[in-house]
């Protein structure tokens, strides 16, 4: 048995830069525990729903049919979408689950300019109704932040009639009506055709942006919105320049430009060359919000917040924070936390004993 969800493990943020806490939320948002700790799919268990892919930050889990959806998207006079419970009427797609924060603000973006209509069946009764609610959350995490955004009509029009209702697929291309494709929904295609799909089944598609996030920033830059909400980046007075969240960025969102000094230690060479100064460039772009330089971040220092950002700063290079690591006071070693001294030397006697030796 096939399926249509494909793991791209060198998108995965567990390959990218491995951690200490790996990142699972595929695995724990899987509402039919269909993937294993190895990121392997069960098929007969594996409703194709989506909501690994939405859940997923990096685009480890994608729909080998995604490019589809989102060709339709720029391509139709109108956006009609459905999910396979409802009434016929659009582009099929598996279920609201699969849709991120981005792609909800790519709908968004898009329905300024041409009316976006979802249609649902009964979620409630619907075996990825946690799929769905996931969704509905980020939906609701955008429309907090930003109220104002263009209207999409979501409509619960459960289809009633014969299973023959749930395989038409009525799309609309640029310059002509309306057309049905009778062929079969979103899933069945899939299975369809899977032999000309082998191969690149095979190969591991790996793209440092996820998709998703592209097809915001495309959708941005055509549409005639100045800014929307992002989220960015703060950094407190508390930062010790230490670099270790730049260190840690599995997507390089963060990085630190070092400026050396070595003239200083040239009669000791047993001193280490200085830092003078550390400066933390920040793309967010880049940035999937793993968080990992928070939970990593000693002095707490490290926020992040949403923002009304305009395009050219999404795309762009911020600097957030530009200061001078620290020293210890007595042996001079680099030390990274807000202490005068490193931990040996703080834990030495007057004489340099102590619990620690060097």
């Given at each position: 048995?096939?399926?249509?969800?494909?793991?791209?493990?060198?998108?995965?943020?567990?390959?990218?830069?491995?951690?200490?806490?790996?990142c699972?939320?595929?695995?724990?948002?899987?509402?039919?525990?269909?993937?294993?700790?190895?990121?392997?799919?069960?098929t007969?268990s594996?409703?194709?729903?989506?909501?690994?892919?939405?859940?997923?930050?990096?685009?480890?889990?994608?729909?080998?049919?995604?490019?589809?959806?989102?060709?339709?998207?720029?391509?139709?006079?109108?956006?009609?979408?459905?999910c396979?419970?409802?009434?016929p009427?659009?582009?099929?797609?598996p279920?609201?689950?699969?849709?991120?924060?981005?792609?909800?603000?790519?709908?968004m973006?898009?329905?300024?300019?041409?009316?976006?209509?979802?249609?649902?069946?009964?979620?409630?009764?619907?075996?990825?109704?946690?799929?769905?609610?996931?969704?509905?959350?980020?939906?609701?995490?955008?429309?907090?932040?930003?109220?104002?955004?263009?209207?999409?009509?979501?409509?619960?029009?459960?289809d009633?009639?014969?299973g023959?209702?749930?395989?038409?697929?009525?799309?609309?291309?640029?310059?002509?009506?309306?057309?049905?494709?009778?062929?079969?929904?979103?899933?069945?295609?899939s299975?369809?055709?899977?032999?000309?799909?082998?191969?690149?089944?095979?190969?591991d598609?790996?793209?440092?942006?996820?998709?998703s996030?592209?097809?915001?920033?495309?959708?941005?830059?055509?549409?005639?919105?100045?800014?929307?909400?992002?989220?960015?980046?703060?950094?407190?007075?508390?930062?010790?320049?230490?670099g270790?969240?730049?260190?840690?960025?599995?997507?390089?969102?963060?990085?630190?430009?070092?400026?050396?000094?070595?003239?200083?230690n040239?009669?000791?060479?047993?001193?280490?060359?200085?830092?003078?100064?550390?400066?933390?460039?920040?793309e967010?772009?880049?940035?999937?919000?793993?968080h990992?330089?928070?939970?990593?971040?000693?002095?707490q220092?490290?926020?992040?917040?949403?923002?009304?950002?305009?395009?050219?700063?999404?795309?762009?290079?911020i600097?957030?924070?530009?200061?001078?690591?620290?020293?210890?006071?007595?042996?001079?070693?680099?030390?990274f936390?807000?202490?005068?001294?490193c931990?040996?030397?703080?834990?030495?006697?007057?004489?340099?004993?102590?619990?620690?030796?060097?």
């Amino acid at each position: 048995m096939t399926c249509q969800m494909v793991y791209h493990n060198g998108n995965c943020l567990n390959t990218k830069r491995p951690y200490a806490r790996s990142c699972k939320l595929c695995i724990e948002s899987c509402p039919h525990q269909a993937i294993s700790n190895y990121r392997e799919l069960d098929t007969k268990s594996c409703t194709e729903c989506g909501v690994c892919m939405a859940v997923c930050p990096s685009g480890g889990f994608v729909d080998h049919s995604i490019d589809k959806f989102y060709q339709y998207l720029q391509e139709a006079e109108e956006i009609v979408l459905n999910c396979p419970k409802a009434v016929p009427g659009g582009f099929e797609i598996p279920c609201l689950g699969m849709l991120d924060r981005d792609s909800w603000m790519t709908l968004m973006l898009l329905a300024k300019e041409k009316s976006a209509t979802i249609s649902t069946g009964s979620c409630a009764d619907c075996p990825d109704r946690q799929a769905c609610a996931i969704s509905v959350e980020a939906f609701k995490g955008v429309h907090a932040d930003w109220p104002t955004h263009p209207v999409i009509h979501i409509k619960v029009r459960p289809d009633q009639g014969s299973g023959e209702g749930h395989e038409a697929s009525i799309n609309k291309a640029p310059g002509s009506g309306v057309q049905k494709d009778r062929t079969l929904g979103w899933r069945e295609k899939s299975r369809e055709k899977i032999e000309e799909w082998l191969p690149s089944l095979t190969a591991d598609e790996t793209y440092h942006i996820p998709k998703s996030r592209q097809w915001l920033i495309e959708a941005f830059e055509a549409s005639s919105e100045e800014k929307i909400p992002f989220q960015a980046i703060s950094i407190a007075d508390s930062c010790t320049s230490c670099g270790v969240c730049a260190a840690i960025c599995p997507q390089g969102a963060l990085q630190k430009r070092e400026e050396m000094n070595s003239a200083s230690n040239e009669e000791d060479l047993t001193k280490e060359d200085r830092i003078t100064s550390l400066r933390l460039i920040f793309e967010p772009m880049k940035c999937v919000q793993c968080h990992r330089c928070v939970e990593t971040c000693r002095s707490q220092a490290l926020t992040f917040n949403y923002q009304p950002l305009s395009h050219k700063l999404i795309t762009g290079k911020i600097l957030v924070h530009e200061g001078s690591p620290k020293y210890c006071n007595q042996c001079g070693k680099r030390i990274f936390d807000n202490g005068d001294l490193c931990l040996v030397c703080a834990t030495s006697g007057p004489e340099g004993g102590g619990f620690f030796t060097r």
